[in-house]
């Protein structure tokens, strides 16, 4: 019967661990381009001759929804959101990292950085220098970043072939083992940004569902636990020698 406890325990871990990818989903339904998480897992089956089919959980790690957000309106000049399959390459100073958030903005050394500081890339693995002398930026679909007839850079943008190599780092940040290649199939729009894909009322019936599981399980383990208890005290009552 110890079996049946073990077993339990390994679903609470999972759904533990489920619980706490659908609360930063939640957490992160407002997050510009942030791709919804969720977990992957499997059955053991199990004989565990109880009354109620259990089995372990293999646990196969997390996969990232890279479904695309639908891209709304702001108006903001270094707001930019990405039609296509493209990636921003920003740098955090040690190392580069592939983002779909385009809520871009200047630091004091007028340098386009991402809402959290990392430096946004040009096409030559530059930082972009915007100067601040009143004159209207606009950034064209290729990513050109212009004042007047002047050209101040380009926006690297990039693509992958394979979506499932990407790693979180962290918000809408992504690294990946895969080396990226020139986007040929996005374009970019001024004043817009992509929005996150999650559904918050979809994500808080799950988290219904999955504390509901987590109390199931945890009645069962109760009734196991006492159930093992009361068989010991059988055993050791001087009626059972």
């Given at each position: 019967?110890?079996?049946a ?7 609470q ?11 930063n989903?939640?957490?992160n ?45 702001t ?10 399959p ?55 679909p ?23 190599r ?9 690294d ?6 020139p ?39 109760d ?19």
């Amino acid at each position: 019967m110890e079996n049946a406890i073990y077993i339990g325990l390994s679903r609470q871990s999972a759904l533990r661990r489920e619980l706490s990818l659908v609360a930063n989903n939640i957490a992160n339904s407002s997050t510009a381009a942030f791709k919804r998480e969720i977990a992957l897992y499997s059955p053991y089956e199990t004989d565990t001759k109880m009354e109620e089919k259990l089995d372990f959980v293999i646990d196969h790690g997390t996969i990232v929804i890279h479904q695309p957000g639908t891209l709304e309106p702001t108006q903001n000049t270094f707001d930019v959101a990405i039609e296509g399959p493209g990636f921003f390459v920003v740098d955090n100073g040690n190392q580069q990292l592939f983002t779909r958030n385009g809520n871009f903005k200047l630091d004091p050394d007028n340098q386009l950085i991402t809402g959290n500081g990392e430096l946004v890339m040009d096409e030559g693995d530059n930082p972009i220098f915007i100067p601040q002398d009143g004159r209207k930026i606009e950034i064209s679909p290729d990513g050109t970043i212009s004042a007047g007839i002047e050209v101040l850079g380009i926006l690297k943008l990039v693509e992958f072939d394979d979506l499932a190599r990407m790693q979180k780092r962290g918000g809408s940040l992504f690294d990946t083992t895969e080396a990226p290649k020139p986007a040929q199939e996005s374009e970019l729009l001024q004043g817009h940004l992509e929005t996150s894909n999650v559904s918050a009322i979809s994500e808080l019936t799950r988290m219904i569902d999955v504390q509901r599981s987590y109390e199931g399980v945890k009645n069962m383990l109760d009734k196991e636990a006492e159930r093992l208890r009361t068989s010991v005290r059988k055993l050791g009552s001087p009626q059972a020698v």
